[in-house]
């Protein structure tokens, strides 16, 4: 497996695999790789001949109050993960490399962006969508693999990729969680011991709020009130959204019915936000 660092290498290599006939596999991570991520790239393997994991913390979709520099880094773990996974090549630019002097083209969208996420993170989607717009145009895969915990970044990749015509099949992979039930995320690592204790009542209130949908309940802020009364219930937690949406235009609704995606996002102990959701499809 090979760790490159410039746009010419990998766009070499993967010319020469096409010209092969193979097919490309591609999972764009910001590295510190958990099991999540393996799971992403196992799945890109088994679907693909050949698969690059691209390793790049993108200053452009952190805001100036967020983590850039204290995210966790690790590249030898990293390389250590995607070689045991089947991975072929590993990109793994400096910021100069992907955003070079006078860079002032943007990708950016409306409507799905304009909730959950979007609200309290509001740069953020804009970088999200350059960067991953930019590695496509690096990388140019057959198939990407995103993980369904960051549920509104899936749906706002897809439409994307819909919307600007791409050749590309974007596939959404489930939700690891850790023993406990709490999602797998590099930002779990910042919680002290008793944070990371306090942390699972978000996946409890997650299970609890898909078992009332499932017993029945129609009414979506019973649901979400049961829910932010057991988050409330742990003392280092601060919630910063409880919804429930259309998972086709992130819009709230009142009335749980069709495709629909109940999401949280919970700052535990001042040290981590994390999030986590269900999606579900309700007659």
Same mark, same amino acid.
């Given at each position: 497996?090979? %760790? ?21 596999? =591609? ?10 991520? #393996? ?42 993960? /995607? ?20 860079? /002032? ?23 999200? /969508? ?5 590695? =496509? ?88 009130? #049961? ?17 429930? %949406? ?15 995606? /109940?999401?949280? #996002? %919970? ?14 499809? %309700?007659?």
């Amino acid at each position: 497996m090979r %760790v490159v660092s410039t746009v010419n290498e990998v766009r070499n290599q993967v010319k020469a695999w096409k010209k092969e006939g193979l097919s490309i596999g =591609f999972v764009p991570t910001m590295g510190y790789l958990h099991e999540g991520h #393996a799971s992403l790239i196992k799945r890109s393997v088994s679907e693909n001949d050949k698969v690059v994991v691209s390793i790049f913390v993108n200053p452009m979709q952190f805001g100036p109050t967020e983590d850039l520099a204290s995210y966790p880094r690790d590249l030898e773990a990293d390389s250590k993960l /995607c070689e045991e996974m089947g991975a072929e090549l590993i990109f793994h630019p400096e910021p100069e490399e992907m955003y070079d002097q006078g860079f /002032c083209s943007f990708v950016d969208m409306n409507g799905l962006t304009n909730a959950l996420c979007g609200l309290s993170r509001p740069v953020h989607f804009r970088g999200v /969508c350059t960067v991953v717009n930019k590695l =496509f145009n690096i990388v140019t895969p057959d198939k990407a693999y995103f993980g369904e915990k960051d549920a509104q970044q899936l749906a706002v990749i897809k439409r994307m990729v819909k919307d600007l015509n791409m050749d590309i099949e974007i596939v959404g992979c489930p939700i690891i969680r850790e023993a406990d039930g709490l999602a797998k995320s590099s930002r779990n690592t910042y919680l002290s011991d008793e944070s990371r204790k306090q942390a699972v009542i978000l996946s409890k209130s997650i299970f609890m709020g898909k078992k009332m949908i499932e017993d029945g309940e129609r009414n979506a802020k019973k649901v979400i009130d #049961a829910m932010k009364d057991m988050i409330n219930s742990a003392s280092l937690t601060k919630i910063d959204y409880v919804e429930i %949406v259309d998972v086709n235009t992130m819009k709230s609704i009142d009335e749980i019915k069709g495709e629909i995606l /109940c999401a949280i #996002a %919970v700052n535990v102990g001042g040290e981590a936000r994390l999030i986590d959701n269900f999606m579900m499809k %309700v007659d």
